[in-house]
């Protein structure tokens, strides 16, 4: 369970796809209650919540994840506004999105770097605290990273207040991670998606001579990367603006974007 000296016992997830459900399963494993919600209701949750066991729990109404002593945020930036902003006045929430053009729509403040994505949902959170991180992994490497044997992987987090990045510290400790402190949300562009620091830190050396088969099925189970507070801080220094906010998809490991590939056509076929 988590340090003292935050008490965290339950945990809010706001946004239940790929990233989210994953955490609330790790969290779940950690001992920590989670509350689930999402735009679709609690109906649709059924079936998740039934995995996750009686720690967990849908919520009718984004107002119940007042009880939450941290939340954990990941929806389409499109919805973002949304989300009320009330309840969550004094609260640690984690923001764990990305910001993909591609994807979203386009935001100005953050294509002409105005902001970074986190000072935009901070923006809109008025009165909460947010702590940019758990944002930097794939969807594979976020669960075998728990179990990492080369010792906890080191993720980075920004954010604007002392009080709440070690809360959010305390919460990424106990799932099994280490955080390190990488300055503030202004700073958060160092960490975003396609910084030195996305996705490829975490991915282990892939084995030659591998089919796309056999590399999609290695890459599903690897957990080989070492991954220290050294190289989370060299790593951050190493990223620079030079391209277009969110960068290029196509700059993720190979073996990622053929089993997300795969994925998609599963799903729409």
């Not at 996750?52 to 506004?81: T, Y």
């Not at 901070?122 to 930097?136: D, P, S």
């Not at 890459?219 to 951050?236: F, G, I, P, S």
Request: aromatic content about 8%; overall charge negative.
């Amino acid at each position: 369970m988590a340090e003292k000296k935050f008490n965290i016992k339950t945990i809010g997830f706001i946004g239940t796809g790929g990233v989210n459900s994953r955490f609330a399963r790790i969290s779940v494993d950690a001992g920590f209650n989670v509350l689930l919600s999402n735009s679709r209701g609690p109906a649709s949750l059924h079936d998740l919540v039934s995995e996750l066991g009686p720690r967990a729990k849908a919520v009718d109404i984004i107002d119940q994840l007042q009880v939450a002593d941290i939340v954990l945020l990941s929806v389409p930036f499109g919805k973002l506004e949304n989300i009320a902003v009330k309840p969550f006045v004094g609260k640690v929430i984690i923001d764990t999105m990305n910001y993909y053009p591609l994807r979203d729509e386009n935001i100005a403040l953050l294509d002409t770097r105005e902001l970074t994505s986190s000072e935009l949902v901070q923006r809109h959170f008025e009165g909460a605290h947010v702590v940019k991180g758990l944002h930097n992994m794939d969807l594979l490497h976020i669960v075998n990273g728990v179990s990492a044997p080369n010792g906890p992987w080191a993720i980075p987090i920004t954010g604007d207040n002392n009080d709440a990045k070690e809360c959010a510290a305390d919460f990424i400790k106990a799932i099994g991670y280490e955080a390190v402190d990488c300055g503030h949300l202004k700073d958060s562009w160092k960490i975003e998606a396609d910084t030195p620091l996305y996705l490829t830190p975490y991915v282990g050396k892939i084995p030659e001579g591998l089919s796309k088969e056999e590399a999609m099925y290695w890459y599903k189970k690897d957990n080989t990367a070492k991954v220290t507070r050294q190289d989370v801080l060299n790593l951050a220094q190493q990223a620079t603006q030079d391209g277009i906010v969110g960068g290029n998809p196509g700059h993720a490991p190979k073996p990622w974007l053929d089993w997300m590939m795969w994925e998609y056509s599963v799903k729409n076929n």
